[in-house]
């Protein structure tokens, strides 16, 4: 009896794994093939796509046109700075506004909530035309905080609706012990309540990231200047009318995707205590 | 050590009134409790004493000085609350040190306050560790410890028990009135469980529906219940209560016709009366007599100690009638209650007020 449940036990496990490893080498297939390739050379993309490098067909041109030709590493540290500074922006203020409205009662708190949930519905590319014509007046473009700002505001909708829910879940009687032991609002939320919804930070900090690193939309328009250049719009330089230089641009797209592989990996066990804390207690 | 003054408070959410006008005086070195069922207002009540709600009319004073404008942090209270609410990234120290550091002590005056409160509390092994590594009652033991490191003038209790399972229960609520007696200090203790109650309060105040309905000692709430509402909350198990078909200055007719010799005083006698009595002023015969009961047993709960017969009478009513253990009784069984008139009390049906009875048995006698 108790063989035949460890059996089935294992059949069940066995089962579970074979459909995640399924969904990972799906996931995984594009961004492989994209490593392959970066390594080998044009005629080898082109006629052994999915052949792994050999000694033959090994080639880094890509990544030496990459990194030699125009201002990769100027490019890459844009990136890095825009969605650096968005996405401390996105957890400092997202944080605090959910804070408010879950925290305080005052007129109108149900209406504010519901106005910053709005913003997930609303894509904020909508609105292109009118931000464009508000740098210009304030002089921001093709500077990094014009880019910051917009994925500020662009962030925020979903990180208010993901973190005030959270910050419901932390005991009122904490909050309450703060107050009387003295310490200020300020101090219980970022002492006492920001570290207990660290998992909710993460899960937001990942969302909020990828979208960043990879647009195109905002710095084509708001910052396309040589200095202000990101990863994503630097690599547009090998994408021509008429011919594509493919080894730069699978060379660039796997370097780009380092920084993120960094993050998630820093982020990825905060992430997953947040996306199940809601299921498994 | 201070006393405490409530005076016509209200508190309301919206058009929800959930105090509604309450008055009390606490007693320097007292031990109150809040007792009432859940939505009574107890809590409400407590932290507006704490500073945690703003009150919506009326005053609070500590020794006839207003606190009502102070922030928590000013009234010198302190709290403990149901879910501990230890700081979960500080140990054991850091938690009682908190306090004492935003108030600005000398380091040589927290480490000795703290090393004072943790000798008392026998918390001395625990001082390093996170709340996370100590169980149910060492929590609550620290969140105490943090209450008495900044001598307060006042204790607020926040139904401190509720959390921890029945064994360590009484055994946290000992150390609750041991910490009492020997600091002497004025506490208000917030509960829903009548035996915390009943056990550690020098006074009760019993809340229902945001208006105080008895304030009295354990044995006042017991023995002369204010209302029906505090006859049916304090003692377990509940009061019995018989309708009365008609009330004269010198007897009392129950429904089914016993006649029962207690007097009243009441000037106007009230249409509806009911009749109150605990289930061990109940005693079953098995033959009838002038003035028993007659009933049929419905269910015996054993408990070891005692019996508790659960009765119905002719009428439909039913009552619970505590009995010695050594006797077994059956479903079905015919008996007959004998009710014992010292414990016997009149409600006015209609307000709930209680009515003053006396036996006049022995006066016709």
Same mark, same amino acid.
């Given at each position: 009896?108790?063989?035949?449940?460890?059996?089935?036990?294992?059949?069940?496990?066995?089962?579970?794994?074979?459909?995640?490893?399924?969904?990972?080498?799906?996931?995984?297939?594009?961004?492989?093939?994209?490593?392959?390739?970066?390594?080998?050379?044009? $005629?080898?993309?082109?006629?052994?796509?999915?052949?792994?490098?050999?000694?033959?067909?090994?080639?880094?041109?890509?990544?030496?046109?990459? /990194?030699?030709?125009?201002?990769?590493?100027?490019?890459?540290?844009?990136?890095?700075?825009?969605?650096?500074?968005?996405?401390?922006?996105?957890?400092?203020?997202?944080?605090?506004?959910?804070?408010?409205?879950?925290?305080?009662?005052?007129?109108?708190?149900?209406?504010?909530?519901?106005?910053?949930?709005?913003?997930?519905?609303?894509?904020?590319?909508?609105?292109?035309?009118?931000?464009?014509?508000?740098?210009?007046?304030?002089?921001? *473009?093709?500077?990094?905080?014009?880019?910051?700002? !917009?994925?500020?505001?662009?962030?925020?909708?979903?990180?208010?609706?993901?973190?005030?829910?959270?910050?419901?879940?932390?005991?009122?009687?904490? $909050?309450?012990?703060?107050?009387?032991?003295?310490?200020?609002?300020?101090?219980?939320?970022?002492?006492?309540?920001?570290?207990?919804?660290?998992?909710?930070?993460?899960?937001?900090?990942?969302?909020?990231?990828?979208?960043?690193?990879?647009?195109?939309?905002?710095?084509?328009? /708001?910052?396309?200047?040589?200095?202000?250049?990101?990863?994503?719009?630097?690599?547009?330089?090998? *994408?021509?009318?008429?011919?594509?230089?493919?080894?730069?641009?699978?060379?660039?797209?796997?370097?780009?995707?380092?920084?993120?592989?960094?993050?998630?990996?820093?982020?990825?066990?905060?992430?997953?205590?947040?996306?199940?804390?809601?299921?498994?207690? | 050590?201070?006393?405490?003054?409530?005076?016509?408070?209200?508190?309301?959410?919206?058009?929800?009134?959930?105090?509604?006008?309450?008055?009390?005086?606490?007693?320097?070195?007292?031990?109150?409790?809040?007792?009432?069922?859940?939505?009574?207002?107890?809590?409400?009540?407590?932290?507006?004493?704490?500073?945690?709600?703003?009150?919506?009319?009326?005053?609070?004073?500590?020794?006839?000085?207003?606190?009502?404008?102070?922030?928590?942090?000013?009234?010198?209270?302190?709290?403990?609350?149901?879910?501990?609410?230890?700081?979960?990234?500080?140990?054991?120290?850091?938690?009682?040190?908190?306090?004492?550091?935003?108030?600005?002590?000398?380091?040589?005056?927290?480490?000795?306050?703290?090393?004072?409160?943790?000798?008392?509390?026998?918390?001395?092994?625990?001082?390093?560790?996170?709340?996370?590594?100590?169980?149910?009652?060492?929590?609550?033991?620290?969140?105490?410890?943090?209450?008495?490191?900044?001598?307060?003038?006042?204790?607020?209790?926040?139904?401190?028990?509720?959390?921890?399972?029945?064994?360590?229960?009484?055994?946290?609520?000992?150390?609750?009135?041991?910490?009492?007696?020997?600091?002497?200090?004025?506490?208000?203790? !917030?509960?829903?469980?009548? !035996?915390?109650?009943?056990?550690?309060?020098?006074?009760?105040? *019993?809340?229902?529906?945001?208006?105080?309905?008895?304030?009295?000692?354990?044995?006042?709430?017991?023995?002369?219940?204010?209302?029906?509402?505090?006859?049916?909350?304090?003692?377990?198990?509940?009061?019995?209560?018989?309708?009365?078909?008609?009330?004269?200055?010198?007897?009392?007719?129950?429904?089914?016709?016993?006649?029962?010799?207690?007097?009243?005083?009441?000037?106007?006698?009230?249409?509806?009366?009911?009749?109150?009595?605990?289930?061990?002023?109940?005693?079953?015969?098995?033959?009838?007599?002038?003035?028993?009961?007659?009933?049929?047993?419905?269910?015996?709960?054993?408990?070891?100690?005692?019996?508790?017969?659960?009765?119905?009478?002719?009428?439909?009513?039913?009552? !619970?009638?505590?009995?010695?253990?050594?006797?077994?009784?059956?479903?079905?069984?015919?008996?007959?209650?004998?009710?014992?008139?010292?414990?016997?009390?009149?409600?006015?049906?209609?307000?709930?007020?209680?009515?003053?009875?006396?036996?006049?048995?022995?006066?016709?006698?």
């Amino acid at each position: 009896m108790a063989i035949s449940r460890a059996r089935r036990n294992r059949i069940a496990e066995l089962g579970a794994h074979v459909i995640l490893l399924t969904f990972a080498v799906i996931a995984l297939f594009p961004v492989l093939l994209i490593l392959i390739n970066s390594l080998k050379t044009k $005629k080898a993309i082109f006629r052994q796509p999915l052949e792994f490098p050999t000694s033959e067909t090994l080639d880094l041109v890509g990544y030496s046109t990459v /990194l030699q030709q125009g201002n990769f590493p100027l490019y890459f540290w844009n990136s890095l700075f825009v969605t650096g500074a968005s996405l401390c922006l996105i957890l400092l203020f997202g944080a605090m506004a959910a804070f408010a409205l879950s925290e305080y009662r005052f007129r109108g708190n149900r209406l504010m909530g519901l106005y910053m949930a709005l913003g997930i519905m609303i894509p904020i590319r909508l609105g292109t035309v009118g931000i464009l014509r508000l740098m210009v007046t304030t002089d921001l *473009v093709n500077t990094h905080w014009a880019l910051i700002l !917009v994925y500020t505001a662009q962030g925020l909708p979903l990180a208010i609706f993901i973190l005030s829910e959270f910050m419901s879940t932390v005991s009122s009687d904490l $909050k309450s012990a703060g107050r009387i032991d003295g310490l200020s609002e300020y101090s219980i939320f970022f002492r006492l309540v920001l570290p207990l919804i660290r998992p909710a930070m993460a899960t937001v900090a990942v969302f909020s990231m990828i979208p960043i690193w990879n647009d195109l939309w905002f710095p084509l328009i /708001l910052a396309p200047a040589e200095h202000t250049k990101t990863l994503t719009l630097g690599a547009q330089v090998f *994408v021509g009318q008429y011919s594509n230089n493919w080894n730069a641009i699978l060379a660039a797209m796997a370097l780009a995707v380092i920084p993120v592989l960094i993050l998630y990996t820093l982020f990825s066990r905060q992430l997953i205590r947040g996306l199940t804390s809601g299921a498994v207690k | 050590m201070a006393n405490l003054k409530i005076s016509s408070l209200y508190k309301s959410f919206g058009a929800e009134n959930v105090l509604d006008g309450i008055n009390l005086d606490i007693q320097s070195g007292e031990f109150l409790v809040l007792l009432g069922p859940s939505g009574c207002g107890k809590s409400t009540l407590l932290r507006i004493m704490a500073g945690l709600e703003d009150e919506s009319a009326g005053d609070i004073a500590i020794e006839g000085k207003s606190i009502a404008h102070l922030p928590p942090s000013k009234r010198e209270i302190a709290m403990v609350f149901q879910t501990y609410a230890l700081y979960p990234h500080l140990s054991v120290r850091g938690n009682m040190e908190l306090v004492l550091k935003q108030a600005g002590y000398s380091k040589a005056e927290i480490k000795d306050r703290v090393a004072e409160s943790a000798r008392a509390l026998e918390l001395d092994a625990l001082m390093d560790r996170k709340p996370s590594q100590l169980s149910g009652g060492q929590r609550q033991r620290v969140a105490i410890g943090r209450a008495i490191v900044r001598d307060p003038k006042i204790f607020l209790f926040d139904e401190p028990l509720s959390n921890l399972d029945a064994a360590l229960r009484g055994q946290v609520r000992l150390e609750i009135a041991r910490l009492h007696q020997r600091l002497s200090a004025t506490m208000v203790y !917030v509960t829903h469980d009548q !035996v915390e109650a009943m056990t550690l309060a020098d006074r009760i105040v *019993v809340l229902n529906d945001g208006e105080i309905q008895q304030v009295g000692t354990p044995r006042d709430l017991y023995e002369r219940p204010a209302n029906l509402f505090v006859a049916s909350f304090i003692g377990s198990p509940n009061m019995n209560f018989l309708q009365l078909e008609k009330l004269s200055e010198n007897s009392a007719q129950l429904k089914d016709g016993t006649l029962l010799p207690i007097s009243n005083n009441a000037s106007v006698i009230p249409a509806n009366v009911t009749l109150g009595i605990r289930s061990s002023h109940g005693i079953l015969h098995d033959q009838a007599a002038e003035s028993y009961l007659k009933a049929e047993v419905l269910l015996e709960e054993y408990l070891g100690d005692t019996t508790y017969v659960h009765v119905e009478l002719e009428t439909g009513e039913q009552m !619970v009638v505590r009995e010695d253990p050594e006797i077994t009784r059956r479903a079905g069984d015919q008996v007959y209650v004998e009710l014992t008139l010292s414990g016997v009390h009149l409600f006015n049906a209609d307000t709930g007020k209680r009515m003053d009875v006396s036996i006049s048995e022995q006066e016709t006698a």
